[in-house]
């Protein structure tokens, strides 16, 4: 039997049931994506955002704006698709060139139409245990877990990485769980102290093999979350050849946890919408 969580599949599944779901709704959900600049992993990004949405009968709308242009601007397109009742959900594509003020373009954005959960409300509320809408990869996450029985209870969850789109509201959406968790990152001495007493493993550095098998409990659950580029390949946070042989179970790249930051999206978008009609 695959100790293989295949994100890959659960995501086909996901889409299949929202667009079962829509199929015969008058007007169909929609959603926004502001891009400012050209960055490459951004527009691949944004591809993959659009084919999912159009797969599904989500109305994709992109609104890509050049490097240089005003910050006003930008914040004046926001506020023209916070008053848009046919706009169910708004992204501000990150990472933005340096000169643009991430945190003020993000909370521009309504927080019911906040599908990456990044305003100060919806990460408020989360840190507060109220329903709200959460970051797309770390709910995609909990849900791969899910779906592969992974209980949370009483375990011991190790997370390296401390950022705001995975580390931190992933932490509290396992506290939240009833898990004891512990948050560490690049930085932390004898990280192989922490991993090792992990049941349940995370890492979202972006540092190709960080987490080596040595490093982990045998038997232990472990999400790899990281992005590189190894020999033109993409590649992870964890040495999946030899980690493989010691975990439980574990997530591939890609193919794991990237497919179900796009499913939770869609996700997030159809929560919204429901919403709206409420």
Known sequence: MSNIMDGKSLNAEIQDEIKHMIKYEMIKPSVAVIQVGDDPASNTYVRNKQKACENVGIFFRHYKFDDGTPELTIINKIKELNNDEYVNGI???LPLPERYNEKRLVNQILNSKDIDGLTD??????LNGKKTLVPCTPLGIMELLKKYDVKFEGKHVVIVGKGKLTGKPLAHLMLNEGATVTVCHS??????????????????????KLIT???????????????NYEDGHIAGDV?????????????????????MTIAMLLKNIISCFYNKKK
């Open 239 to 259: 040495d999946f050849k030899e980690v493989s042989k010691k975990a439980s179970l574990i997530t591939p790249v890609p193919g794991g946890v990237g497919p």
């Open 91 to 93: 992204i501000v594509q």
């Open 213 to 227: 098998a040595d490093m982990v409990k045998k038997g232990a659950v472990v999400v790899d979350v990281g992005i």
């Open 187 to 208: 930085r932390t001495l004898n990280l192989e102290s922490y991993t090792k007493q992990a049941d349940i493993l995370v890492s979202a550095t972006g540092l190709n």
């Open 121 to 126: 409300i919806n990460v408020g509320r989360l």
